[in-house]
């Protein structure tokens, strides 16, 4: 009896590109015995072909299904069958049908180095062995690596290293897993590293990941030139090398990320769920940041005063080759970057800009096309919670509830991400720091048509949106743009932004109506004042703002956000007189300026000022906290005060809450007082401790937006509140809102695929741009 044969055609779409997917579905068509083809459809995934027994013909499906490379990721996948037809002599990889198909696909973000080509790096024998830049089809850098698409070698950075016999010959064989893999490379023909001292002269060794890891090991300070850019590395467990690093990048105490060398030696040190040792170990290889252990081999002086670390574990061979030779847990490798400019990328602007802070540098000759900081992530509420979305996430691209139209938004100031959004998708760029410098802001229009290039796009945008702010760089460059091409361009209110982003994410409908908390350092106001602690009802057309903190005078503006006292004597000048405050802050509650006496007298003039600028911010409520907890006098990183609050907050509390929160109706708007909490705060420094002020402090900020935000939720009969802004990234305030207001029947919604921080304002400006212009 003859077995049955029939054809089938599948069409699988998702990311299929880019990640060794095609010759995945050669070897499993051949290992079947099947015959046909597999063709690349670009934007469209990929179409296979084929034909043979049946039973051999489900089995392969069944294979597609489930065993696919890790990077690959199946959002939709068709079959059609029909009667065998013997239309084919062998199976083939064929091109793509027309140049667009190509090009139109999206590379894939860097892939961090697969367990396969580790291996290789051991094999005493192999071509790879200790050989760091080694890497398949199904991993190594992409983004970072690609000049132009199509992605083949000769437009990306191995154009300049031609593959030897050997590459070549694995490259063209189906059966390998090197086979079509751009990034191909061996010993013979690739990039090498060379070591190098403070002045640029190489160093001679036959070994320069030994002569690295001997001089850490005696305290150096080593530049390494990685994958999307250089770190600094240094020892993690000794203090005087920590401080020293310190100095020398002027960083007193803002968390230096670490690297692990496996999962293993991260369990030594920390304690991890199987969230985030799913995340921590995946291809993507963000940083994590991970409870501490007591007591553990990490020195303290990492992550000063916290409670957590960032943590990331190898995603290039070079890494990996280095701590073969180190052997230690941990290294500490954080971003090289000049105070204002963007991350180093090149070999010169290391040995220029890094002087006098690295003692050598170990580098490399391949470009670094794309320079794409280490992505950083917490995990709250079991889900991911970004501080910085960048290498492994950057350029996947977001799909959005509007599906037609081409923006360009820039973003905010700070820790900034810009947005290119075509037919429902919203590609955010990489991490592209603050834009505060004019280096900066040429690094974001370079990101911008770098993006444009990547999707292939040449017409203008619809519409560009930037932030409502005046005088932000990145408003300066949408107004350029928006000039230079006659494009439309709409300014959008911060807070908006920050409410849509979240709305985005979940895909929420273009008329959907929600309640928006926005809890945030700061955002220009409709009223010119700076917002930041902000209940809204908005949808991606338009906001009203419906409630906000008490609005407090910022006495010498922008100083404010730097020493946390000036902002709790603003608070006391709404409750007391200048002797009281005098009083008060002489013989109850400890604060600090650099200039003493004379700068106290100053800020209470000012905050007397009436043309002083006005704040209902958030942040600047914590850091009132913060000075009367003691705790942060001058805020030395984004967020110092905050977040030292929240460790204080964690501390565990026996006693019940007993404070009604303050909210009063002024001119239609709901506000929440803060002033005479503040100072009773200060009263209760008598007989509390700091930890417990600091979780008064903290829940006070809780339970009132939770009060203020369900009172015009049922005004306006809304069920759905939305979650956004920096302050989120404070685990327990995101948390215990979220308890009260579920507990209440909301439904809520938090950002979990951009950062709640200003690096996600460009996905509600994306959206908030699309819905004015369609
Ligand atoms: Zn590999
Ligand atoms: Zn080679
Ligand atoms: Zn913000």
Not at 197 to 209: E, L, M, R
Not at 425 to 454: H, M, P
Not at 472 to 492: D, R, W
Not at 515 to 530: K, N, P, Q, S, T
Request: charged share 25%; proline share 4%.
């Amino acid at each position: 009896m003859t077995e049955k044969k029939l054809e089938a055609k599948i069409t699988i779409n998702g990311r299929v590109q880019g990640v060794g997917y095609r010759p995945f579905v050669y070897r499993e068509a051949v290992k079947k015995g099947l015959k046909g083809y597999v063709i690349n459809l670009g934007d469209a995934g990929v179409e296979i072909v084929v034909e043979g027994i049946e039973n051999n013909v489900v089995s392969f499906i069944k294979v597609l299904k489930k065993d696919s490379p890790a990077v690959s990721e199946i959002k939709d996948f068709k079959i059609i069958f029909s009667p065998f037809k013997n239309r084919f002599k062998n199976f083939t990889i064929e091109k793509s049908r027309n140049k667009d198909d190509i090009a139109s696909g999206i590379i894939p973000p860097d892939i961090g180095i697969c367990e396969e080509c580790a291996k290789d790096m051991d094999k005493e024998r192999s071509r790879w062995f200790n050989y760091p830049f080694t890497a398949c089809a199904s991993c190594g850098p992409r983004f970072t690596g690609v000049y132009q698409l199509p992605y083949d070698r000769e437009r990306s950075h191995m154009k300049d290293f031609p593959m030897c016999e050997h590459c070549e010959k694995e490259y063209y064989d189906p059966m390998d897993r090197r086979f079509d893999a751009q990034g191909i490379t061996c010993s013979i023909c690739g990039p090498q590293m060379s070591l190098y001292d403070a002045q640029g002269i190489k160093i001679q060794t036959n070994d320069v990941f030994s002569t690295t890891a001997n001089l850490l090991g005696s305290g150096y300070i080593v530049a390494i030139k990685g994958i999307g850019g250089i770190h600094l590395a240094a020892l993690a467990d000794d203090d005087e090398v920590i401080i020293k690093l310190r100095k020398r990048k002027n960083r007193p105490r803002q968390p230096f990320a670490i690297m692990s060398s496996s999962l293993e030696e991260v369990k030594k040190f920390a304690n991890l769920n199987k969230i985030e040792e799913k995340i921590l170990t995946s291809w993507r290889r963000p940083i994590v940041l991970l409870r501490r252990k007591k007591n553990c081999l990490i020195s303290d002086m990492v992550a000063p005063g916290l409670d957590k670390i960032g943590v990331m574990l190898p995603y290039s061979g070079i890494h990996l080759a280095l701590f073969k030779k180190i052997k230690k847990s941990a290294l500490i490798m954080t971003s090289a970057n000049p105070s204002g400019l963007p991350m180093i990328i090149k070999n010169d602007h290391a040995f220029q800009h890094l002087k006098g802070i690295a003692d050598f540098f170990l580098l490399h000759n391949r470009e670094i096309v794309n320079r794409c900081d280490d992505t950083v992530l917490n995990i709250i509420l079991n889900k991911y919670s970004f501080l910085r979305r960048s290498r492994g996430f950057v350029p996947d691209p977001i799909d959005i509830p509007i599906e037609k139209g081409f923006s360009i938004v820039v973003g905010a100031e700070l820790r900034n991400s810009a947005a290119i959004a075509i037919n429902g998708r919203c590609f955010l760029t990489q991490y592209l720091g603050d834009i505060t410098t004019l280096e900066s802001r040429e690094f974001e229009n370079e990101a911008i048509n770098y993006f444009k290039k990547l999707l292939n796009i040449t017409r203008n945008p619809d519409v560009i949106g930037c932030d409502l702010h005046p005088s932000y760089m990145t408003s300066h460059l949408a107004e350029n743009i928006s000039h230079n091409m006659g494009v439309k361009l709409i300014k959008i209110q911060h807070h908006h932004a920050h409410i849509s982003s979240v709305s985005c994410e979940n895909k929420l409908g273009i008329d959907e109506e929600v309640i928006g908390i926005a809890l945030d350092g700061a955002g220009y106001g409709l009223d010119g004042a700076i917002w930041g602690g902000e209940v809204i009802k908005s949808n991606y057309k338009s906001f009203e703002r419906l409630g906000h903190l008490e609005y407090l005078p910022m006495p010498g503006g922008d100083l404010c956000t730097y020493y946390p006292s000036r902002m709790l004597i603003s608070a006391l000048t709404n409750v007391l007189d200048d002797d009281e405050i005098r009083d008060i802050t002489k013989n109850h509650v400890k604060l600090k300026f650099p200039y003493g006496e004379k700068e106290f007298e100053i800020i209470l003039k000012q905050a007397r000022k009436i043309e002083t600028i006005k704040t209902s911010s958030a942040g600047r409520f914590l850091d009132s906290i913060a000075a009367i907890t003691n705790i942060c006098h001058e805020r030395t990183y984004e967020g110092e005060p905050a977040i030292l609050l929240e460790v204080l907050a964690k501390k565990k509390v026996k006693e019940k809450l007993d404070f009604e929160v303050e909210i009063e109706k002024i001119n239609g708007i709901y506000v929440l007082k803060t002033s005479n909490f503040l100072y009773n705060l200060i009263k209760m420094k008598n007989n509390k401790n700091n930890h417990v002020l600091a979780y008064y402090g903290q829940n006070y900020l809780v339970k009132g937006f939770a009060e203020l935000a369900s009172l015009v939720a049922y005004e306006k009969g809304i069920n759905k509140i939305c979650l956004s802004g920096g302050v989120f990234a404070n685990e327990y305030i995101l948390k215990e809102l979220y308890r009260l207001l579920t507990s209440q029947g909301f439904k809520i919604f938090f950002n979990t695929m951009v950062p709640s921080g200003d690096g996600g304002t460009a996905l509600g400006q994306t959206i908030i741009s699309l819905a004015n212009v369609i």
